[in-house]
């Protein structure tokens, strides 16, 4: 296969993952495929609907690689906007989509956790049925992983005690979580923010935001869940309306918003007092 891209990457991507760019970043991707005898093997994408799962999808259809399914994991207070785009990668690629509705084991798991710890178990309940699915039909596992996640950090452990070193080009395909006994495959796993957003713009890729707070710096959305101070259902009901009214005030004034409750609590990037003047005049029309 011959890649004739001129994507260059970012200094600290250059520097902190021995990646220049997107070409060499395809070659090493194939590369892997080939050890690991999984060239043949189709993949499960998980897509949330968001820059970096849409960006790895794009990424591995532009290497030829089979992608079975889109899963998109959705529950009761998640964002219509991130359905809807799945729905739109769905429709441009032509790929199945499968929606599965956790609500009820995301329900059952956070008793006695710590408000903490909720994004943690709504990953933690997403890759348990994913990694249910792809070994239903012997299938490799496709994330939107990014340099910015923790997952790196277990990623090179793994390196290091299978090669004695961190081969930084064997990062996007690997058994990590090594519990599953499955593979993964991070195509982003190397890349910085910065070589995320340049992908996406090669892809023509138009996300949609639903303009929530999220990551302060990177601008990483989630869903509103990431902002309660207690769990339980009838919290996540008033924190969906909540963030639901903010996000639409937001979105209508080009900023970013979200509300964390209990006691509610507005946050606005722009931090400004106008803003969340804005947002505190919409939802006193609630009482």
Known sequence: MIFISLIEFSKWTKEKRKLNNLEELKRDILEQFKENN??????????????DSSTALALALDLG????????????????????EVMKLSDRFGIEVKF?????ELLKRIKGAKPSSICRICKNIMKDKAVDIAKREDSIILTGDS???????????????????VKYNKMELTKVPEKYNIFF????????????????????????RVHEVGDKKFWREGCCLQYAKKLDEE?????????KIATEVAREHNFRASVKYPPLEIITVPNKEE???????RLRELE
């Open 38 to 51: 999984c060239l043949n093997k189709k993949i499960v994408a998980m897509v949330s609907g968001g820059k």
């Open 275 to 281: 803003y969340k003047e804005l947002i505190m005049k």
């Open 100 to 104: 599965i509705d956790i609500t009820e």
């Open 147 to 165: 340099a910015l996640e923790k997952v790196s950090g277990a990623i090179m452990n793994y390196l290091r005690r299978k090669y004695g070193e």
């Open 185 to 208: 495959f991070r195509p982003l796993i190397r890349l910085a923010y910065e070589d995320v957003l340049k992908l996406m713009k090669y892809y023509n890729l138009n996300i949609r």
């Open 235 to 243: 919290t996540f009901n008033k924190l969906y309306l909540y963030n």
């Open 65 to 84: 690689l089979e992608v079975k399914y889109l899963v998109h994991f959705t529950h009761r207070w998640s964002w219509d906007i991130c359905k809807e």
